[in-house]
């Protein structure tokens, strides 16, 4: 059976989507962007090799689903294309007309080839929406769950400056009741976008079968029509939940209309209320906003004669899904590239994975205690979080035999050049603190200190004095004092600050930068 290529991680989502969610094949597609008919090939193909749950045995892992899904290429079918002005023409004159009578026509007039009934459907769909024809969205219940973003944002106020800094409004709406969330946040960074998420649904308590954002950035990495890319912690987010992340379509206002309207009535209703009002913090703003939130949601609704309030408890809040046993844990997910010293760079600090991986990009998924490092869905190495910028956690499992032997570290360095001489010393931290990276010195300081077998110390230590006082402090300038014998002559004298002398408010010397 040839399969359409498609990416690992649709790869998966299908498998988890089908197995683990239950969805239909038609919600699967749509989830992700992909036909129907792909979706039914690799469930099909999944079928015939044992794969009938979620999540997978340990023998599927990424290079095993590779190999056996992703290697062959469906042929490409030209076949000639039906009238569908024709078709539409017949539909909307007739009522007794159907596709399926239509596409038996096809068929008759196109013995010598013709496509599918499945793919001659799809495409009269897709022909019928570049004409760009408004259709009223039924809404099922606990199916979908809108969120975005207000324009506006609201001021609080710091009571010690007076300064004051601005915050966004997150709005969540269910769809078949207009059930209504909000709240305050800092930013809409991804923190802050994920956690908004993770409370909405403690405030539902309960799940959604789907997630319609916008296509925020910190929400969707790569904006598109057609095939959109989640941003990896908000992928991980539905997977934590069960639910399905369907991005709407950029300018596409009418995908998500729900949340357009959800944010127009808070808008209206809620910021427009406490635009006199005065917030010193957020926890504050919130407790207003969730006041205002469960009287607009007790407001009874012209339009349904019942209150949000009473809806959700009638359609949605039974047809949603139970909230996990254990509690949503703020992971940050990215890739990563091994550097040739086997570690990689998370925050300014630098984690190691088995030296084999060198130049491997891996996934990092990080919390606030724990890194997690994966090559190829597999755990390639495990560190406890730090904060220290510029530092290094090494673990001896990951090193070559060779290095394990050697294990050069900073503190070695400074206990050889404290033998030697202070001025040694001081030189040899200078250079370990001027780099970003530590061990970028460690060849330096090597050759700074290896000039001592050659000179003695006493010559290195006169020669690391001169490059402190004349600020000739590279390797090549001590190497050259040493060559020509100038750590055995006097010290130059320092140009005295000619300025020093003058007392003006305007003259500060040379060494007010200092």
Not at 376 to 397: I, K, M, P
Request: charged share 25%.
């Amino acid at each position: 059976m040839s399969t359409v290529p498609i990416t690992m991680k649709k790869l998966k989502d299908i498998l988890r989507l089908k197995y683990g969610q239950k969805l239909t094949h038609r919600q699967i597609a749509k989830s992700l962007s992909i036909s129907p008919s792909v979706v039914s090939r690799y469930a099909a193909r999944a079928g015939k090799m044992g794969i009938t749950s979620w999540p997978l045995d340990d023998r599927w892992d990424d290079v095993a689903l590779k190999n056996t899904f992703l290697k062959t290429k469906a042929p490409l079918k030209k076949h000639s294309l039906p009238n569908w002005q024709a078709v539409q023409n017949e539909l909307k004159t007739r009522k007794y007309m159907t596709l399926q009578l239509l596409w038996e026509e096809y068929v008759d007039e196109n013995p010598a080839g013709y496509y599918s009934y499945n793919h001659y459907c799809r495409m009269y769909r897709q022909w019928s929406v570049s004409l760009r024809l408004s259709m009223r969205q039924t809404h099922h219940a606990g199916e979908k769950l809108f969120v975005d973003y207000c324009g506006p944002t609201i001021a609080i106020v710091n009571p010690e400056t007076g300064e004051y800094r601005t915050a966004q409004v997150f709005v969540a709406v269910m769809g078949a009741s207009n059930y209504t969330y909000a709240e305050a946040t800092w930013s809409q960074q991804l923190e802050d976008w994920i956690m908004s998420h993770v409370r909405c649904f403690e405030f539902l308590n309960g799940v959604p079968d789907m997630v319609i954002p916008d296509n925020l950035r910190s929400g969707v990495h790569k904006s598109c029509r057609y095939e959109p890319d989640l941003n990896p912690t908000y992928h991980q987010l539905s997977e934590h939940y069960g639910t399905a992340i369907i991005p709407a379509r950029p300018y596409k206002p009418k995908d998500k209309s729900k949340a357009e309207v959800g944010v127009q009535i808070v808008e209206r209703w809620i910021m427009a209320r406490i635009r006199k009002e005065t917030f010193f913090s957020l926890k504050q703003l919130n407790q207003r906003i969730s006041e205002l939130v469960t009287w607009m949601n007790l407001k009874v609704m012209k339009q349904y004669d019942e209150s949000r309030t009473s809806l959700f408890q009638r359609i949605d809040r039974p047809a949603l899904k139970p909230l996990p046993d254990c509690a949503y844990q703020y992971t940050y997910i990215k890739n990563v590239r091994v550097n040739i010293d086997y570690h990689v760079e998370i925050e300014k600090h630098y984690y190691s994975v088995p030296y084999s991986l060198v130049k491997k990009q891996l996934e990092a998924k990080i919390t606030g205690q724990l890194v997690t490092l994966k090559h190829e869905g597999n755990t390639v190495a495990t560190h406890a979080r730090s904060y220290q910028a510029g530092r290094h956690s090494t673990q001896d499992a990951h090193m070559p035999k060779a290095h394990q032997k050697q294990q050069w570290s900073a503190q070695r360095f400074e206990h050889w050049a404290k033998s030697i001489g202070p001025n040694t010393l001081m030189l040899v931290q200078e250079n370990l603190a001027s780099r970003r990276h530590p061990e970028q010195a460690f060849r330096s300081c090597l050759g700074l200190l290896n000039l001592s077998s050659k000179y003695s110390n006493k010559r290195l230590e006169k020669a690391c004095q001169r490059a402190l006082h004349t600020g000739a402090k590279r390797l090549k300038n001590i190497t050259n004092m040493l060559k020509k014998g100038l750590d055995k002559t006097a010290m130059p004298e320092q140009q005295p600050d000619l300025l020093s002398s003058i007392e003006h408010q305007n003259i500060r010397g040379n060494g007010y930068y200092h």
